[in-house]
């Protein structure tokens, strides 16, 4: 049963950079079958696609985010993680790591989540 | 970006009734070479990540039960319970990954009557 779990700092400063690491296990990252995302959900809001990597290390980030956002992946250590630079109040939310399910080369629904983790910005 | 809006905000249905979500995108999520509808449900419940119920617009995911039915094509979609349960009550979500960025629907709250 393959599971993800997220890690990282729970309170991050104004201006710095927000860092977490999704820890896959029961399965491998580098299964050609999937793509591998972060979503956001703000307090008490709806949720945010932030972007997602392929094993390979080819990404995707939202515009809104992309100026700021840096998704790397570690086959050894079948992680994925997510930088958030410059980060303000605005990016206080519980971030979710996901499994994005590829069919047909096509991109198909985020099948498996992590349990989230929040992350207040606050100096 | 595709925005997707949803309706009602909230809604609140008695024990075995159904209830029923809408989900709109501003343009098409069907693809037509495939004739499939690139749209998603998902539920989450309070401190609990998002659990896919439907892909493909009807698809069940495996271990959904049957009461979740996902229908629509083009820009309109429905989500079903047909007899809600106690333990249905969440926030329910649809998404498009038609193209990025993927996008969410705001939510709808399900709540006992």
């Known amino acids: 049963q393959l599971q993800l779990q997220e890690s990282g700092p729970g309170l991050v400063k104004p201006s710095e950079t927000l860092s977490l690491t999704c820890t896959v296990s029961?399965?491998?990252?580098?299964?050609?079958?999937?793509?591998w995302g972060w979503v956001r959900q703000p307090p008490g809001k709806g949720l945010e696609y932030i972007g997602n990597?392929?094993?390979?290390?080819?990404?995707y980030y939202t515009p809104s985010l992309k100026s700021r956002v840096t998704i790397s992946v570690d086959t050894s250590k079948n992680q994925f993680s997510l930088q958030l630079r410059s980060v303000t109040a605005a990016d206080t939310a519980v971030y979710y790591c996901a499994r994005v399910r590829i069919t047909a080369t096509v991109y198909d629904a985020f099948d498996i989540w992590g349990q989230g983790t929040v992350v207040i910005v606050s100096s | 970006d595709i925005v997707m809006t949803q309706s009602p905000d909230s809604l609140t249905v008695s024990l075995g009734e159904r209830a029923t979500i809408n989900c709109k995108s501003s343009?098409?999520?069907?693809?037509?070479?495939?004739?499939?509808?690139?749209l998603a449900w998902y539920q989450q419940k309070p401190g609990q990540p998002p659990k896919l119920l439907i892909y493909?617009?009807?698809t069940r995911e495996s271990g959904v039960p049957d009461r979740f039915s996902g229908s629509g094509s083009g820009t309109d979609f429905t989500l079903t319970i047909s007899s809600l349960q106690a333990e249905d009550v969440a926030v329910y979500y649809c998404q498009q990954y038609y193209s990025a960025p993927f996008t969410f629907g705001p939510g709808t709250k399900v709540d006992i009557k």
């Open positions: 990597i392929y094993y390979s290390g080819s990404t």
């Open positions: 493909w617009a009807s």
């Open positions: 343009q098409s999520v069907l693809y037509n070479s495939n004739n499939k509808n690139y």
């Open positions: 029961g399965g491998s990252i580098s299964n050609s079958s999937y793509y």
